[in-house]
């Protein structure tokens, strides 16, 4: 059973930046597009980024130009580098395949303030 592990939320002012990381155990990470995923308090989850295993990203509109997908597939780990973060982006961020198919992990909080 592949698990995940997210971490480096944590909260910051609007402006701010943060860089969250993803480990996944197990060895079927280099073969699968990875996707960053968030859900705010009292919405659904919605996708925010993925990256194919041989690096092209894709990104939603709200989140072109701030934040970056990256992957390194020797350390099973994807990152999300965020920048310019704004309150709306206040979620807990969670990684998995994409399109999802594994347990989700307990993913990682993220909160900006105004």
């Known amino acids: 059973q592949v698990q995940l592990v997210e971490s480096g939320g944590g909260l910051v002012q609007a402006g701010g930046s943060l860089r969250l990381s993803c480990a996944a155990s197990g060895s079927i990470f280099s073969r699968n597009a990875m996707g960053w995923y968030r859900q705010a308090p009292g919405k659904q989850r919605e996708s925010v980024a993925s990256?194919?295993?041989?690096?092209?990203?894709n990104y939603v509109d709200f989140v072109k130009g701030r934040f970056t997908i990256s992957r390194d597939n020797a350390k099973n780990t994807v990152y999300l580098q965020m920048n310019s973060l704004k309150p709306e982006d206040t979620a807990v961020y969670y990684c998995?395949?994409?399109?999802?198919?594994?347990?989700w992990g307990q993913g990682t909080q993220v909160a900006v303030s105004s």
């Open positions: 990256i194919t295993n041989h690096g092209l990203t």
């Open positions: 998995n395949t994409n399109p999802p198919y594994l347990l």
